[in-house]
């Protein structure tokens, strides 16, 4: 089991601006910026319901390598929701790794549109894998989510022993997601280096 990487929720936060990125830097070159420094983003629904094929296309031209997108999915998925990940799939190819649905009305199939499916949930659980971080469950796909990170190195690590020690030996490519109202990102590039030294 290898390659955790570590992303954020969203990646244009503008607790951001100054901090992690540059202050004076262009919105539109903030991908770029991000994807030399983590190899994940979770993109929230807001932001990809509104991607045409030109947004898409520039997200592609943004990043590099082993980059990778998963769609943050909220309550439900409907008609057009599928349509829409139909769309991006068909532009980022195998950029996109995986859905994930926060909701507490729902469990999803596994697969949607061919994408692999994971629910972050306090009350819903999907069969098979799952694992349990602060009062989150996170079932399907493995994947990791915490919506509060401290700022301790010996807390960061027990969360990614915690955390990697429940998922699925034969597992590659992991994605563990940092969230809430507001990211330090010093504490997330923090949390890579813990995980990298820990040989994740």
Known sequence: MDNLQIGTFGWQRADSQGHFYPEDMPEEWQLDYYSNAFRVVLVPEALWMSWNAYAIEDCVESVEGEFRFYLNIEQLVNEQKLAQIKLIK????????????????????????????????????????????????????PLGFCDQLSAEGKQQAELLKNFMS????????????????????????????????LGY
Do not use: R
């Open 166 to 197: 429940q998922v699925p030996e034969k597992s590659h490519d992991i994605a563990f997601f940092v969230g809430g109202d507001s990211i330090n990102m010093n504490h997330v590039a923090n949390l890579k280096v813990v995980g990298e030294f």
């Open 90 to 141: 068909s532009g980022l190819g195998d950029l996109l790794k995986g859905l994930v649905l926060f909701s507490e009305a729902c469990v999803p199939e596994s697969v949607i549109e061919g994408v692999a499916v994971s629910l972050v949930s306090k009350t819903q659980v999907m069969p098979g894998w799952q694992v349990t971080i602060n009062d989150y469950h996170i079932s399907g796909q």
